[in-house]
């Protein structure tokens, strides 16, 4: 026999799921409203940002553009990017690899001094770099720079390709091995391909970690070597026109491309 708690509790859920919906469109609401208050107000006409923009105009990426400081922090950040990833992804893999297969007496202690990174605050990381780096003779150099970025972003690659490793079948490797592969052989046509989603994951983390880095690269750079991030950074402290807002609008837009392309390619769901 039916009871009033056989016909309340399918309305009782319903509005439970209604209620995490709700929730759920908030907190999506809260991350995309910034986003959207520095795309629109790119196109502000006026001297200063609006929201929404009374009219729409390019006159401010025109703007950016036309400025050589701009241009030349953007040219320095593409050289880092395309130098820091390829390097830290090699890096973070053999690490990786090498700390998930071998056994040797120091492991945790070299594990722990890859990732230290990651807890050290970058302030202070920043500092220890520049006095290494100056007395290298490399402090405000491009290649200083690339070290710094490469230090901070291995730790991230370092964990992505350790997930990937620890969630393998190793018993994928020894059958390969078993019918007579090299274990050179073994790694080029099996590990590798098994751990492509983390090794693509780990260059991802490296090239946003790279592209994004202030703290550390305000001690290492020098007036021919300012980064994106440092020129907006020292931009915003000085002026405040929606020249920041179209950077920020492009570099949006990048992003939003970036992750169509991992989409099609390999899936979000496996290179993160």
């Known amino acids: 026999m039916a ?18 919906r709700a929730a759920g469109g908030l907190v999506y609401l809260f991350l995309i409203l910034p986003v959207l208050v520095i795309f629109l107000s790119a196109f502000s ?28 922090a953007l040219q320095v950040s593409a050289w880092l990017l395309l130098v820091v990833t390829p390097l830290t992804t090699l890096l973070g893999t053999t690490a990786a690899y090498a700390l998930a297969r071998l056994q040797f007496r120091g492991r945790d202690v070299l ?30 150099s491009l290649t200083g720079l690339a070290i710094g970025h490469i230090l901070v972003a291995l730790p991230y690659a370092v964990r992505t390709v350790s997930v990937s490793l620890a ?5 994928l490797e ?3 091995m078993s019918l007579g592969a090299t274990p050179a052989y073994t790694f080029r046509h099996v590990t590798l391909p098994l751990i492509k989603p983390g090794i693509v994951a780990g260059a991802v983390f490296a090239a ?37 807002n179209a950077v920020s609008a492009i570099f949006i837009v990048l992003a939003v491309l970036a992750l169509v392309l991992i989409e099609r390619t390999i899936g979000l769901t496996k290179a993160m």
Do not use: C, H
């Open 208 to 244: 946003v970690t790279s592209f994004g880095e202030v703290s550390v690269s305000l001690f290492l750079t020098a007036p021919g070597t300012v980064t994106m991030p440092v020129r907006i950074f020292t931009y915003i402290d000085q002026t405040f026109d929606p020249v920041v």
């Open 3 to 20: 009871t009033d708690r056989d016909f309340t509790a399918p309305a009782s859920s319903i509005g439970w799921r209604w209620l995490g």
């Open 174 to 176: 020894t059958a390969s």
């Open 111 to 140: 594990q722990a001094f890859v990732l230290s990174p990651l807890i050290i605050p970058q302030v202070v990381l920043g500092i220890a770099l520049l006095y290494v780096l100056t007395g290298m003779g490399l402090s405000g």
């Open 45 to 72: 006409p006026g001297a200063y940002p609006q929201f929404p923009p009374d009219s729409v105009s390019l006159r401010w990426f025109q703007a950016f553009f036309d400025n050589r400081a701009w241009l030349k």
């Open 167 to 171: 969630s393998m079948d190793r018993r």
